[in-house]
């Protein structure tokens, strides 16, 4: 079983609105030794968890009207940039779980293998240079809107993280392919959606939004 479906079955209520939620929709926070708030993304630090939903404008609330402390029941101090340290954490957890993936061999890399695979149907997620050709992308995410089901896409990152990731020069487009990894790479990525769009606004929407249209409304472009 994945972790992200082992949080599905697990619910936590979040400081913000009061709603109980799905572990997988949400952050978990601790308060660290020092009097601060801590991030939990891996869901190991000791101490009571402090759970918020995984979007930006929820931990900057919980942040502004001292959510943490009540909570808590203590006097805490979270950064004013809790929001963009966590962002920061899920960036660098996406990238490590694509590296991973890469030296499992379920991580395709280059234009026509990443074509070709999602030809055959076996590609979960396309995952796509913000700063790439748009004729590249064009034509992978026009084949992947005609597949069933299609595979989702992320455009969050630029050549150069994927490059340093994957360990390869000038990385550009590559498939996850469907499986463990693409399902903890999902569960990841997801909670990074609350904090930064996965497919840049200038990106030709009409071609992109559809392989993302089951991302809660997080993952496609205004």
């Known amino acids: 079983m994945s972790l992200r479906q082992a949080t ?9 609105t009061h709603q109980v939620m799905d572990e997988s929709r949400l952050i978990r926070f601790v308060a660290a030794p020092d009097g601060s708030v801590a991030p939990d993304l891996g869901r190991k630090l000791p101490g009571r968890g402090l759970w918020v939903a995984a979007d930006r404008a929820s931990v900057e609330t919980a942040v502004k009207k001292n959510l943490f402390s009540r909570a808590a029941k203590a006097p805490l101090q979270p950064a004013a940039d809790l929001a963009e340290r966590v962002e920061t954490l899920l960036v660098r957890r996406c990238l490590d779980q694509l590296g991973l993936a890469r030296r499992e061999g379920v991580l395709i890399s280059g234009f026509e293998k990443s074509l070709a695979n999602v030809r055959s149907g076996k ?20 084949l992947a809107k ?15 993280d994927l490059s340093l990731a994957l360990g390869l020069e000038n990385a550009i487009h590559a ?8 399902d903890r790479w999902t569960f990841e990525v997801e909670r990074l959606a609350g904090f930064r769009p996965l497919l840049p606004p200038e990106w030709d929407v009409e071609r992109a939004e559809a392989p993302n249209k089951d991302l809660d409304g997080r993952g496609s472009a205004p």
Not at 125 to 139: L, N, P, V
């Open 123 to 142: 590609a979960a997620w396309i995952i796509e240079a913000t700063d790439g050709s748009a004729d590249g992308r064009g034509k992978l995410l026009s």
């Open 146 to 160: 005609h597949m069933t089901p299609p595979p989702k896409v992320c455009g969050v990152f630029k050549a150069d």
């Open 8 to 16: 599905i079955d697990r619910e936590r209520r979040d400081l913000v």
């Open 175 to 182: 498939v996850l392919l469907e499986g463990g990894r693409a």
